[in-house]
């Protein structure tokens, strides 16, 4: 894990939550995925795998079971029924010159990229990522750098999301790639693995549509307390995030403040236009590149509420009713969404448009036109907090959004 970069462009403070401006509908017959997946993240499966990586003795990129780690972890992906997994080999040509570490660090990298492809929309890609490399500053790291927090938490949160979107048999309609990447820690010196694929991904035209990236997430002092990147640009994948935080863990968000930057392996995606959303613990580890980052150090039921995040978003992302579309061809945007009182529609486009708000049962609880340049509020006051769906009825056709209520 590389120290995040923050405060490049500080709009808000850390406790001002960003949704996306839309949240969709549930398409009908998948009500219940996200709970029935969330009731399968399992903090053996969690301990199994962090245990088994701390176990290889050292992950440093140029340790010699470098591609002996990688082929492991295909095998994990192939043990739930993964069938599309490849090592997506690369060459790295640099130096590392930190502190005690001086190496020559030409080798053959190896990341780890599983896919399930979509059955609707498979050229729509979203990604659940970590690194699988470590480092330790005092020490050889050829011989002993164990990095159960930093990062075989991150690759935990990845491995398990995968089993568990196998186990319960789910079917995206977008495709997902559960993707570890290698050389992480080579990151300040070029060649990560990360940054490789992020930019052969924007150099073929990939669609990626958000990137949950995890990058140690199994430290807490008792905080309980999980923090969410904030980045300018993503409001949707943040949004998304947070959402699933709040309503499927017990976990108290740490919001970042809005920036263009997270650093890590989310950057070189964010860096070739991608969005995404960057999760870590929110109090750092003082075992941080240290021989004692072991998983005794770490707190396994607070990294499985973690990975509730990072799975549960892959599955709202595929599940909801996606009309982003159809909502920027109306004109339409809706703030703030969760509301809290009112709930404003602007209007930009030159037509009028019928807004109307009902529950989840279709019964209507507010109707109103909002004219061409114009904003109207809804009061959502007397609402219980919960799940509305607002229709918006315009000159280029009918479209639903989700408002959150959370009074």
Same mark, same amino acid.
């Given at each position: ?6 405060? @490049? ?50 992950? #440093? ?10 082929? %492991? ?6 043990? #739930?029924?993964?069938?599309n ?22 080798? %053959? ?48 949160a ?12 789910y ?7 559960f993707?570890? #990447? ?5 990151m ?35 905080? %309980?307390?999980?923090g ?6 993503s ?20 919001? %970042? ?26 109090? #750092? ?33 595929? @599940? ?6 159809m ?55 007397g ?5 509305? @769906? ?18």
């Open positions: 894990m590389k120290r995040i970069t923050l405060a @490049l462009f500080v709009l808000f403070t850390t406790t001002h939550i960003v949704y996306p401006q839309n949240f969709y509908p549930e398409k009908a017959g998948n009500q219940g995925i996200i709970e029935q997946a969330m009731n399968e993240i399992s903090p053996d499966s969690v301990t199994y795998f962090i245990q088994s990586l701390q176990n290889m003795g050292t992950r #440093f990129l140029i340790a010699e079971n470098r591609k002996a780690v990688a082929s %492991w972890i295909k095998e994990k992906f192939h043990s #739930f029924g993964i069938t997994v490849v090592l997506d080999s690369f060459q790295c040509y640099t130096n590392i010159n930190y502190q005690n570490l001086h190496y020559d660090t030409t080798t %053959w990298q190896y990341n780890v990229v599983a896919t399930l492809k979509g059955s609707l929309y498979p050229d729509e890609i979203s990604i659940v990522c970590g690194h699988h490399d470590d480092v330790v500053v005092a020490g050889d790291p050829e011989l002993f750098a164990p990095g159960a927090d930093d990062n075989a938490s991150g690759t935990a990845v491995l398990e999301s995968a089993r568990v979107i196998m186990e319960i048999a079917q995206p309609e977008s495709t997902i790639r993707i570890t #990447f290698a050389a992480e820690e080579l300040y010196f070029g060649d990560a693995g990360s940054e490789y694929y992020a930019a052969k991904a924007a150099d073929s035209g990939h669609n990626i549509k958000m990137v949950v990236n995890n990058d140690m997430i199994a430290y807490d002092d008792g905080s %309980w307390e999980i969410i990147s904030n980045v300018i640009g409001e949707a994948a943040t949004g998304i995030a947070c959402f699933i935080a709040e309503n499927y863990t017990t976990l108290n968000l740490e919001l %970042w403040p809005p920036s263009y930057e997270t650093g890590a392996d989310l950057q070189p995606f964010l860096d070739v236009g991608y969005q995404g959303v960057y999760l870590m613990e929110s109090v #750092f580890n003082p075992h941080y590149h240290k021989e004692s980052d072991l998983i005794e150090n770490c707190d396994i039921p607070y990294c499985t509420e973690v990975i509730k995040i990072s799975c549960g978003s892959l599955l709202y992302n595929d @599940l909801t009713v996606d009309n982003k579309e909502a920027a061809m109306e004109k339409i945007s809706v703030f703030p969404n969760p509301a809290c009182g009112p709930l404003n529609i602007n209007n930009q486009s030159t037509f009028s448009k019928l807004i109307t708000l009902t529950d989840l049962h279709g019964n209507i609880l507010q109707a109103e036109t909002v004219e061409s340049r114009q904003t109207i509020q809804l009061n959502t006051s609402y219980a907090n919960g799940i509305y @769906l607002m229709k918006v009825a315009g000159n280029k056709g009918t479209y639903t959004t989700k408002i959150s209520v959370m009074n």
